[in-house]
């Protein structure tokens, strides 16, 4: 089990992760998004024992990394976004290179090096030097020199750049597989790839940890608006005019483009239980002459929609899982 | 450490670097023992080591400026610094296997004693001594190296750095005789890191000398180590 508490990095006056803690269970796969610059990539390495933290404790199955940081890098396994890898080794000479850095015993290192292989389909490049590989055999290769040593942490920083789809679609599956063993802590900007794999999501912004919990339980929980979308025809200065009306301080309107020139789309972005639908039926019914409303309706937010809210501020956003207020509702 | 040292050992020679460094090592020292003895016909094998004490100094810079700078550049230190080993096994594991690259040439070189060995010109103490010399001098410059090659992701500043600090090293021996100020000159002696080895020359095993070397190869080798542990901290 993985207890992060307080956990703190600063550079002079920036704060580039800030007090963040999270639990994660010895069994799941965690999801940590963020924009760029959110703080992720030095969570990780903070995590994976390469930077210290300014503050906070790191404790992996009872282990506090400032005390014992070599019992603790020995469960860990950690996949930079940037493969580290010898260019001039081979993937059988780095990988064993690996397992003798991880104290795997010599005799092992050809069976751990050969399981590895075999996990990431890497075992026909095993005797190719790792320079002349393409990017996504490199991956793959610094994915399982992670993997060597059977951590109880798994650390994958962007793991899937660089791969093509089918390469992508396996390595979720390895992941899922993983997960069934270990803890397995993913970055990526791609929320898709978060959802399908994860099933605990850690949402970080401006080094702040603002979210926490599965994806269902983080858009309950950041749903404070609903969508509400309208195709309307008429003229549309009208239509815009009549609907800016309706929307005037109750939330935010966007216009979109429709194929049909006498059609205007129009999305709501409004409270929750703030009975919009029936405002802008009524506001229509007084133009029934001019306009005509074709189609209302009200869209669940989805994840991606809760994270944009997230990390525009847009949400009363409460400090990892406690009460704590640290941003305000806007628009 | 083991694993390290071959990895180290391997990159010296799966790269270039190890055959730039064995080639200019026996290219430099075939010279030098051609000119010192070979030429003048001179037996005294202390000839050719006064000279090539000096020269060697020159050709450390090949085997350590890539020793860390790489590994930033090439973003391996996160797979050094993130594995379940200390950085003081590290910085040893690197160090040694630096050594060894050097002493391989050097081992070639004990051609020259025995060729001059076959002509009747016997020195077990000076040659000993001499090559003793020339190794702690070898742990103390590779130390440094090392050490200069965290400072920075560039093999070329590497390079330049180490090149910098060598050339004033040779400067302050060769200046060491015209000082007259004795605070000056003890400083020169200091820093005039090849001259240290001079007892070694004449078979003198002199513990002065050897704890110089020891000492200047443990500071350095200590202030890789903190240093490693300073960037992880900031």
Known sequence: ?331 | MNGIFAKEWRHLFNTMTGYVFVAMYLALSGAVFAITNLFSQSGDIKSYFSVFVTVSVLIFPILTMGSFSEERKQRTDELLLTAPVTYATIVLGKFLATLCAFLLPMMLTMLYPALLAVYGFHAPAATVGNYLGLVLLASACIAIGQFLSLLTDSQLVAAMMTYSVFALFLLAGASLSMATDPALQSILRFLAIAKHSEGFAYGVFDAMELVYYLSITALFLFLSVYLLERRRLV
Request: proline share 4%.
């Open chain 1, 1 to 331: 089990m993985l207890q992060v508490t307080e956990l703190r990095k600063t550079y002079g006056s920036i704060h580039a992760v800030d007090g963040i803690g999270f639990t994660a269970a010895s069994q799941e796969a965690i999801g940590l998004l963020g924009q760029n610059g959110a703080g992720k990539s030095t969570t990780m390495r903070m995590l994976a024992g390469y930077l210290a933290p300014t503050s906070g404790d790191i404790v992996l199955d009872g282990l506090n990394m400032a005390e014992e940081p070599i019992q603790v890098k020995r469960r860990i396994g950690y996949l930079p976004e940037l493969p580290p890898l010898y260019m001039d080794s081979t993937v059988r000479e780095h990988l064993r290179f690996v397992c003798a850095l991880r104290g795997i015993a010599h005799r092992d290192a050809k069976r751990e090096s050969e399981r590895v292989c075999d996990l990431l389909s890497i075992g026909h490049v095993a005797s190719r030097v790792i320079g002349k590989l393409s990017k996504g055999y490199r991956q793959r290769v610094g994915f399982a020199a992670a993997l060597i040593g059977n951590p109880s942490l798994l650390i994958l920083d962007e793991p899937t750049v660089g791969l093509d789809p089918q390469q992508v679609i396996d390595i979720r599956r390895l992941i899922l597989m993983l997960s069934k063993q270990m803890t397995v802590l993913i970055s990526s900007h791609v929320l898709s790839e978060i959802a399908s794999v994860c099933t605990h999501l850690l949402i970080m912004h401006q080094g702040q940890l603002l979210a926490d919990g599965s994806a269902q339980e983080i858009t309950d929980r950041y749903r404070e608006h609903s969508l509400l979308a309208a195709t309307v025809r008429g003229e549309r200065l009208l239509a815009c005019e009549t609907m800016a009306r309706l929307a005037e301080g109750m939330g935010t309107l966007a216009v979109e483009e429709h194929p049909s020139p006498d059609v205007t789309g129009f999305v709501l972005r409004v409270p929750k239980d703030c009975a919009m639908a029936e405002r802008v039926f009524q506001g229509f019914a007084n133009h029934r002459q001019q306009l005509s409303l074709l189609s209302l309706q009200e869209r669940t937010p989805s994840l991606e929609d809760v994270f944009i809210d997230i990390t525009q501020g847009r949400c009363l956003l409460e400090k990892n899982s406690g009460n704590e207020t640290v941003g305000g509702a806007q628009g």
